[in-house]
């Protein structure tokens, strides 16, 4: 029998404010357990809350830049559970009247597009978070409340995915596109960016949904996708072994690469909501959302499409120049300089991003570097002054000391040689130097070539134009 996946997404993506969503206190990652409490995140009573409202503006930014159509009306309700992390027995949600729904991504997989729709995006607080102590000695676990009252937006998609190529494109682009609009870091290490994956099978042309597990415990978006691909696996092995697939939640296990059972959902949960009676509902005007829908900037799938359109970039090229904003934002500064998209593409892909990977640094760091310089070194490769392997050595400079490319070229003497009497020497030298590899070439070993032509560039320090240096080289070994 043929199966078909069903999957969907919810995605907690912690909103970047400094302060949380109904009190004062920091939103700061990494502090002290407890030293980013009050009275109103920990739950005491008689105490109110105050909505925050740039949580409001940027849940939506965040609902904009996702396509979703803001709600003239919201509000907040409680979502009563019992958790030891969740001080007031309660979490401040939004149910029936969230701020934004009926949204989409258009995502990419093996060159075709696909629409995957997105439910709704509501307003929440954070909980707290439980650190379990790893001692046999200490049998207890400790609770920090720095967490609770963080603001989150939470994105509920609809059950489109069909699998977890699909699941993993989707998250991406929600990332970047919120990364984009200014609204959040989206960094899973650090919990910014959180994903609980549900997930059934049907046979093939089945209308009906199968039997959902719900997986969590998932900390990159490779995790998401190697934990749905194991969880299709388990569920059609137990369907075609006979087996019941139950509603559970699971949680993946990176170590082993498999998921397990965490508690049942044989039915769903209760969690008897009812109107926050502390908070007034939300109205949002049209204005306000003009407003802040112009406040967002070009979103990186339309910039990555508009790349290879205007200035004829493949695909790729784009998709990369585009995932992060700084990097989209320095090639457009670049190209304004000097218009050889491409090869302007080409050096920031293989070169400067190889140097920010390396270095573990982001564009924003190097406090020398500028975009002058580097479209200035990208012009001299690309017009012959000097050869690529010089560039790429002059990189560093420029970018860890702001070195003038053009003055330092002049002053160290590294124009590239295209002098062919200068070359020949060169190759001579080797050519003598080197016996055996040109008797090897005599006889048909010809792939040596690479190998003499690299001791001419040695011996010229890089700076000998190499397309010269192969075409003299192949010529005087025909000769020899």
Request: with cysteine.
């Amino acid at each position: 029998m043929e199966w078909e996946t069903v999957i969907g997404l919810e995605v907690h993506v912690q909103l970047n404010t400094k302060t949380k969503i109904f009190c004062n206190c920091s939103t700061e990652f990494g502090a002290e357990p407890n030293t980013h409490i009050c009275p109103v995140c920990t739950g005491q009573p008689g105490v109110l809350p105050v909505l925050n409202e740039e949580v409001l503006e940027k849940s939506i930014m965040a609902a904009l830049a996702l396509n979703c159509k803001i709600s003239e009306f919201s509000k907040f309700d409680r979502k009563q559970y019992f958790y030891p992390d969740l001080p007031k027995g309660y979490q401040i949600s939004q149910f029936k009247y969230p701020i934004a729904e009926h949204g989409y991504l258009d995502i990419k997989v093996d060159g075709k597009e696909k629409r995957i729709g997105i439910t709704r995006l509501h307003m929440e607080e954070d909980a707290g978070k439980l650190i379990h102590a790893e001692s046999a000695n200490i049998p207890y676990s400790y609770v920090d409340l720095n967490r609770a009252g963080v603001p989150l937006a939470e994105i509920v998609s609809e059950p489109d995915m069909r699998s977890p190529q699909e699941a993993y494109q989707y998250l991406m682009l929600l990332k970047n596109r919120l990364r984009y609009a200014g609204v959040s870091d989206c960094n899973m290490e650090e919990g910014s960016l959180r994903c609980d994956a549900n997930v059934s099978i049907r046979p093939k042309g089945e209308k009906e949904f199968g039997v959902k597990t719900e997986i969590k415990n998932m900390n990159s978006f490779k995790a998401v996708e190697k934990a749905l691909t194991y969880e299709i696996k388990r569920q059609i092995r137990a369907k075609e072994e006979g087996e019941k697939i139950i509603q559970e939640t699971r949680l993946w296990n990176a170590d082993r690469e498999v998921t397990v059972s965490m508690r049942s959902k044989e039915e769903a949960h209760d969690y008897r909501y009812f109107p926050e009676p502390d908070l007034v509902p939300i109205i949002v005007d049209n204005k306000t959302v003009t407003e802040l829908k112009n406040r967002l900037p070009e979103m990186p799938d339309i910039k990555a499409k508009r790349y290879v359109e205007e200035y004829g970039l493949p695909e790729y090229n784009a998709e990369v120049i585009t995932m992060e904003k700084e990097i989209a934002d320095f090639y457009e500064k670049c190209i304004a300089l000097y218009n050889n998209y491409k090869t302007v593409s080409n050096w920031i892909m293989s070169e400067l991003l190889q140097y920010l990977n390396k270095n573990k640094k982001n564009l924003n760091e190097l406090d020398k570097f500028t975009v002058e310089n580097f479209t200035a070194l990208v012009k001299a490769v690309d017009n012959n002054v000097i050869t690529g392997k010089v560039g790429k050595e002059l990189l560093i400079e420029v970018i860890e000391n702001g070195i003038n490319p053009d003055k330092y070229i002049e002053e160290k003497g590294l124009k590239q040689i295209s002098d062919t009497s200068e070359i020949e020497n060169f190759i001579e030298e080797v050519i003598n130097a080197e016996p055996e590899a040109v008797e090897k070439y005599k006889k048909g070993k010809k792939q040596i070539i690479g190998f003499l032509v690299g001791q001419v560039m040695k011996k010229s320090r890089g700076k000998a134009n190499p397309k010269i240096v192969n075409q003299l080289m192949a010529k005087k070994l025909e000769e020899v």
